[in-house]
């Protein structure tokens, strides 16, 4: 009993100690009205993949590992081209996609790990990536999200494309939430990828992506989604997803491949994760599209009574 008593208030401890430090390096800065009963139950993608094949929801296939042998045998039994992230955390970081390769498939193991020890291979679809904000009752928000890309004049090279991108993201006042891009090795080497250099001079009207990841850090950008141009099935899977949890809000990820405007089960379409405190500051920053307006979803938020909010 002694023992037991003992465990136990060691364990209590070591919780009170590790919450605020996986507070700070995973989810700084994010928003907080779920219970921690809804937390706890949305926390790992395993989780959320669980909860869609119970229900039937469209999910990538995918598996959790630890040693790299599981993922090899889900990309020998399902092809590439696949994604690799930790089963914990956010911001798509440690995140690793399309993976098209063995040679890439390595690498992102290994990368990987230095988020969290137990990873996440799942298939990856080519497609309009969201971020969907949903609370009770209705869909606050939805911005679909991009990786840092410029778009050529015909004139300017790659670099001078990215100075006045960034120009324009200051003189729009995004900053500090979206992030300038850079024209570090990562970019160097992405375009080389592409047959690219930053001296490279696009055609008019020519995209190219800079990077993998849609997230704000490596210079991702967002576009706002008018809830009206939503399908009506649309929004009744994402509120259905909200229920299965009993959540207040979550911030679901989702790719189709034509677009929000067609009903999901018109199109490949596959729910990536939950997240049961979504980043809700950059909302606020779109890069295209008209800025919401989300002082309705706040003060509905705040009116809540959310306990347990310093446990893990």
Not at 200 to 212: A, M, N, P, W, Y
Not at 221 to 232: C, F, G, Q, R
Request: a positive charge.
């Amino acid at each position: 009993m002694i023992l037991w008593l003992h465990n136990n208030i060691f364990v209590k401890c070591m919780k009170k100690l590790l919450h605020p430090l996986l507070n700070k390096l995973f989810l700084d800065g994010c928003s907080d009205y779920n219970t921690l009963a809804v937390r706890r139950a949305s926390r790992s993608k395993k989780q959320a993949r669980d909860m869609f094949e119970k229900h039937d929801i469209p999910h990538a296939k995918g598996a959790i590992f630890f040693w790299p042998f599981k993922a090899l045998k889900f990309v020998k039994e399902h092809g590439f081209p696949v994604v690799i992230k930790p089963n914990f955390g956010g911001y798509s970081r440690g995140s690793y996609f399309p993976i098209q390769s063995y040679k890439e498939l390595w690498k992102a193991m290994f990368w990987t790990k230095f988020w969290w020890p137990v990873s996440v291979i799942e298939q990856y679809l080519l497609g309009k990536n969201y971020r969907v904000v949903v609370v009770k009752g209705s869909i606050a928000v939805v911005m679909e999200r991009f990786p840092p890309f410029i778009v050529g004049d015909g004139i300017q090279t790659i670099s001078e494309c990215i100075d006045s991108e960034n120009q324009t993201r200051e003189s729009m006042k995004l900053y500090p939430e979206m992030h300038p891009i850079t024209k570090n090795r990562k970019v160097i080497q992405f375009l080389k990828k592409q047959d690219l250099t930053l001296r490279s001079i696009l055609t008019k009207g020519e995209r190219v992506d800079l990077f993998h990841r849609v997230s704000l850090e490596p210079g991702g950008v967002l576009a706002d989604i008018p809830i009206e141009t939503i399908t009506t099935k649309n929004k009744e899977i994402f509120l259905k997803i909200l229920d299965l949890f009993d959540a207040n809000i979550f911030g679901l990820d989702v790719i189709m491949e034509q677009g929000i405007e067609y009903d999901f089960d018109t199109q490949k379409c596959i729910f990536l994760e939950l997240n049961s405190r979504p980043y809700l500051k950059m909302h606020a920053f779109p890069r295209f599209g008209k800025k919401p307006d989300m002082k309705a979803v706040y003060k509905k938020l705040e009116a809540l009574d959310i306990g347990e909010k310093d446990d893990f």
